[in-house]
């Protein structure tokens, strides 16, 4: 199993950078695809990123493409969204998930959820 807290979010000026972490638990996790959610309020979760157990493949939605990065250090048990320039519509709550065996970008894929961390980013 995988347990997972994610951190790093809060107060930021559009234009600037944010770095997320998710630290992780649990043995499986050097072996288990990780990806990046968020939901904003009256909106639908929506994929970011996602990356596999190797960090051999990643990739992100067209949503956020060339402005986040999605990586992962199975040393230190965490995987990393970097976001930079970014915009009041990147407003939400950012997750990171586990999913059941499969790199996806569908949430009903992912069985292990972070508690999520506000992104809030002002004009």
């Known amino acids: 199993q995988v347990q997972l807290v994610e951190s790093g979010g809060g107060l930021v000026q559009a234009g600037g950078s944010l770095r997320l972490s998710c630290a992780a638990s649990?043995?499986?996790?050097?072996?288990?695809?990780m990806g990046w959610f968020r939901q904003a309020p009256g909106k639908d979760r929506e994929f970011l990123a996602s990356?596999?157990?190797?960090?051999?493949?990643?990739g992100s939605a067209d949503s956020v493409k060339g402005r986040f990065t999605i990586s992962r250090d199975n040393a230190k048990n965490t995987v990393y969204l970097q976001m930079n320039s970014l915009k009041p519509d990147d407003t939400a709550v950012y997750y990171c998930?586990?999913?059941?065996?499969?790199?996806?970008?569908?949430?009903?894929?992912?069985?292990?959820w972070g508690q999520g961390t506000q992104v809030t980013v002002s004009s």
């Open positions: 998930a586990a999913p059941r065996s499969i790199m996806s970008t569908d949430a009903e894929d992912y069985d292990i």
């Open positions: 649990g043995r499986t996790f050097s072996r288990s695809a």
């Open positions: 990356i596999s157990w190797r960090a051999g493949n990643a």
